[in-house]
C-alpha cells in the first residue's frame, strides 16, 4: 500500500467533494495557486494546515498507527548468532560480506551477479 501523501489526500478530498481548487481556496481563504502547491507534492504543509484545507472539503483526515512489520526481526536468527564463538561470527560475516561486495560489483557493471 502506498503511502497516503499529504498532496494526494487533499486533492482527493477535494475531487470528492465536486470542489475546483479556486473553490476550496475561497473556502481556505487563500489564493488557487497555493491549494495547486499544496497537491502537487512539493509543499510540506504542517498537520494542522492539512487538517484544515482537508476539514474545508467536508472530510475529516483521521490519523491512527498501526504497526508497520519494519524492520522485519527473525529472534530466532539473532539467538543463533550470538551462540556463536567470536570468531565464528567473524567468518560468518565475512562470508556473507563478500557475497554481499561480489552482488554489488555486478550491479555497478550493470549485469547479474
Given at each position: 500500500?502506498?503511502?497516503?501523501?499529504?498532496?494526494?489526500?487533499?486533492?482527493?478530498?477535494?475531487?470528492?467533494?465536486?470542489?475546483?481548487?479556486?473553490e476550496?481556496?475561497?473556502r481556505?481563504?487563500?489564493?488557487?495557486?497555493?491549494?495547486?502547491?499544496?497537491?502537487?507534492?512539493?509543499?510540506?504543509?504542517?498537520?494542522?494546515?492539512?487538517?484544515?484545507?482537508?476539514?474545508?472539503?467536508?472530510?475529516?483526515?483521521?490519523?491512527?498507527?498501526?504497526?508497520?512489520?519494519?524492520?522485519?526481526?527473525?529472534?530466532?536468527?539473532?539467538?543463533?548468532?550470538?551462540?556463536?564463538?567470536?570468531?565464528?561470527?567473524?567468518r560468518?560475516?565475512?562470508?556473507?560480506?563478500?557475497?554481499?561486495?561480489s552482488?554489488?560489483?555486478?550491479?555497478?557493471?550493470?549485469?547479474?551477479?
Open positions: 500500500m502506498l503511502p497516503a501523501l499529504p498532496g494526494r489526500l487533499l486533492k482527493q478530498a477535494r475531487a470528492d467533494a465536486g470542489l475546483t481548487q479556486a476550496l481556496a475561497r481556505l481563504g487563500t489564493s488557487q495557486s497555493v491549494v495547486a502547491r499544496l497537491e502537487s507534492g512539493r509543499a510540506n504543509p504542517r498537520f494542522d494546515t492539512l487538517k484544515r484545507a482537508i476539514s474545508a472539503t467536508g472530510h475529516a483526515l483521521e490519523v491512527d498507527l498501526v504497526p508497520s512489520g519494519y524492520p522485519p526481526i527473525d529472534e530466532s536468527l539473532i539467538a543463533s548468532g550470538l551462540q556463536l564463538s567470536p570468531a565464528d561470527r567473524l560468518r560475516f565475512t562470508a556473507h560480506y563478500r557475497g554481499v561486495r552482488i554489488a560489483g555486478a550491479a555497478l557493471k550493470g549485469r547479474g551477479p
